[in-house]
Nanobody
Framework: QVQLEESGGGLVQPGGSLRLSCAAS????????MDWYRQAPGKQRELVAA???????NYADSVKGRFTISRDNAKNTVYLQMNSLKPEDTAVYYC???????????????WGQGTQVTVSS
């Protein structure tokens, strides 16, 4: 089927940077939207950034000017460059994609397993 694999999380000091990657693999026909969500302890999962297949982007107000989402369609990969990180950015970050596969008719939603980002001194 289709899998999403995230990488790049870790521990960083306030003001630091991290780059998350999410690679889609499997029976892929085409990838539509690719998004990053995050979930902090005791809070609901929230949309951080989104990018369409044409490259249009959208960001949560809390990360505008600090985070940048991009994608490499040839590699079926989406990235999240996170700069000027704050302790409140600490969360598990999840990759999400809408994908048409060669096996299942129609578009389906897929989630990655999540990667921990901790911002602390």
């Amino acid at each position: 089927q289709v899998q999403l694999e995230e990488s790049g999380g870790g521990l960083v000091q306030p003001g630091g940077s991290l780059r998350l990657s999410c690679a889609a693999s499997g029976s892929i026909r085409s990838i539509h939207a690719m998004d990053w969500y995050r979930q902090a302890p005791g809070k609901q999962r929230e949309l951080v950034a989104a990018i369409t297949s044409a490259g249009g982007t959208n960001y949560a107000d809390s990360v505008k000017g600090r985070f940048t989402i991009s994608r490499d369609n040839a590699k079926n990969t989406v990235y999240l460059q996170m700069n000027s990180l704050k302790p409140e950015d600490t969360a598990v970050y999840y990759c999400y994609a809408v994908i048409s596969s060669t096996v299942v008719l129609g578009r389906r939603d897929y989630w990655g397993q999540g990667t921990q980002v901790t911002v602390s001194s």
